[in-house]
C-alpha cells in the first residue's frame, strides 16, 4: 500500500527511534535506483531530520556517523537543494530537511582525456557519482582566505555540488593553463570545451614567487 502524506509525517515524528529511519530508508528505496527524478516530486514539507553532510563528506544520523556506504548512497539518490537554498530529502510522499556544512558530495577522483579544447575531465564522488565538467557541469572556483583557501566546486545534478578534495584539486592545477578570457589571461582549466577560470594569471605567478 502506497504511504499517505499521514503516514510520512508518522514517520518523521518516529524519526528519533530506528523504526522512523526505517521507514524513510524504504520510501527512499522504493523512488529506485540512482538519482531519482526528484525534481519531478512536490511532496508536503514534514520538518527536519536530525541528519547532517559535514565538510568531508561523512553523513551523521542523531550525531553519529553513518557508516554503511549502501546506506549514505540511497540516501544522497533523493537528495535536492531547492531555491531556499536549503537540502532536503525527497521521495513521493514526503520532503525533509537536512543540514549540509559545505557542498553534498566530495570529488575524490578526476580523470582528464585528450588534450586542449578536446578535454574531457572526469570525476567521481564519494558517493559513486560519475560527471564529466562541462557546460551542464561546470566548476566553480571560490577564495575563501577565512576557511580553506582556494576551492573548487562541481555542480554534479540540479543545485548539487561536490567539492574537490584537496589532492584531486592538485591534479587540476597541473592540468591548468593560460587562456585569454574576455581580454583578461586566467589560469584556468578546460573540459568538453568549456572554460572554467582559477584566477587571474598575474595573481597565481604573484602567489608562486
Partial sequence: ???TTDDARKGLSDASD???????????????????????????FC????MEIKRDGTWFYLGTPIGRMPLVQLFSSVLRK????????????EKVGIRVED???????????????????TFRTNV???????????LRFVDED????????????????????????YELAELGEEIDVD????????????????????QLRRLSE
Avoid: C
Fill in 18 to 44: 530506528a523504526k522512523g529511519l526505517e521507514a524513510l530508508i524504504s520510501r527512499a528505496a522504493r523512488a529506485g535506483k540512482g538519482a531519482a527524478p526528484v525534481d519531478r516530486w512536490n511532496p508536503d
Fill in 146 to 169: 577565512e576557511t580553506d583557501g582556494l576551492k573548487p566546486y562541481l555542480l554534479v545534478r540540479g543545485r548539487l555540488e561536490a567539492l574537490v578534495s584537496r589532492a584531486v584539486m
Fill in 82 to 93: 531547492d531555491e531556499d537554498g536549503k537540502t532536503y530529502l525527497v521521495t513521493p510522499v
Fill in 183 to 202: 581580454g583578461i589571461v586566467m589560469f584556468a582549466v578546460r573540459s568538453k570545451g568549456a572554460v572554467f577560470p582559477v584566477m587571474p594569471a598575474d
Fill in 128 to 138: 559513486g557519482d560519475v560527471v564529466e565538467a562541462g557546460p551542464d557541469h561546470p
Fill in 1 to 3: 500500500m502506497t504511504p
Fill in 47 to 50: 520538518g527536519d531530520l536530525d
Fill in 103 to 121: 557542498a553534498h558530495f566530495i570529488a575524490v577522483e578526476v580523470n582528464a582525456a585528450g588534450s586542449g579544447a578536446e578535454q574531457v575531465l
